[in-house]
């Protein structure tokens, strides 16, 4: 009977884990991070490019554990509403996409390149609102210890995809040439612009029941 359980438990963390991985990848979509990594970081060095991305996933891992082991003690504490998170994440990355059309490839500061591994990389991106509420709903189920270390290794895999993505972005992109480097920065700056606004439609959209309600209840006072 012990082998019988034991079987069955590890059947249950395996199916939980691929679960997990599969949810954390999709929700955080690292191919929106390497095209906004790419075309941000057009005219960086190498060790500039490292810097960014080595800072970028230590901030985005930092927080998503955080959130794996306490998001929901904080999202009671302050009152805090996923569709919140959506709609600032959507804001924060209207102001990317748009400094991204304005964007000469000219050289950083270090205080800048801090900015870029901050804001979009890290947040609202690789740890944006959909990926931190995926991560407090997975860590907060029935499964314990057992789930959170599912997570955890949702959150590695994940950031991993994301490493390598823009570890290589650059050199694929520099087939394109250097017509095409000029072209294409632009174009993917729409793309992040849409992204944006998606974060934000999807924030008003799950927040319209409660501003009905709030309004309806008004009236009826």
Do not use: H, W
């Not at 901030?59 to 009671?76: D, E, H, K, R, Y």
């Not at 509403?81 to 990317?96: E, H, N, R, Y």
């Not at 748009?98 to 991106?125: D, R």
């Not at 314990?144 to 590695?156: C, K, L, N, Q």
């Amino acid at each position: 009977m012990a082998g019988v359980d034991l079987v069955a438990s590890l059947a249950e963390f395996t199916a939980f884990s691929l679960v997990a991985v599969a949810s954390i990848i999709a929700v955080m979509n690292p191919a929106s991070t390497i095209v906004v990594y790419t075309a941000l970081t057009e005219g960086m060095s190498g060790s500039e490019r490292q810097k960014v991305i080595n800072t970028s996933m230590k901030i985005a891992f930092i927080v998503l554990a955080f959130f794996a082991l306490t998001g929901q003690l904080i999202f009671s504490i302050f009152n805090i509403t996923v569709p919140a998170f959506q709609i600032a994440g959507g804001i924060l990355l209207v102001s990317v996409a748009t400094g991204m059309l304005n964007t000469k490839g000219e050289s950083y500061s270090p205080e800048e390149l801090e900015n870029i591994a901050v804001v979009p990389l890290a947040f609202p991106l690789s740890c944006g609102p959909g990926t931190i509420t995926t991560v407090i709903l997975l860590a907060s189920g029935p499964e314990g210890v057992a789930g959170i270390i599912a997570v955890f290794a949702g959150i590695i895999v994940a950031l991993a995809i994301s490493y390598i993505g823009m570890l290589y972005g650059p050199t694929v992109f520099a087939y394109i040439g250097e017509e095409g480097l000029r072209v294409v920065p632009k174009l993917l700056a729409v793309i992040v612009l849409a992204i944006a606004i998606q974060f934000i439609i999807n924030g008003i959209s799950a927040a319209m029941p409660q501003l009905l309600g709030s309004i309806d209840l008004g009236g009826l006072v």
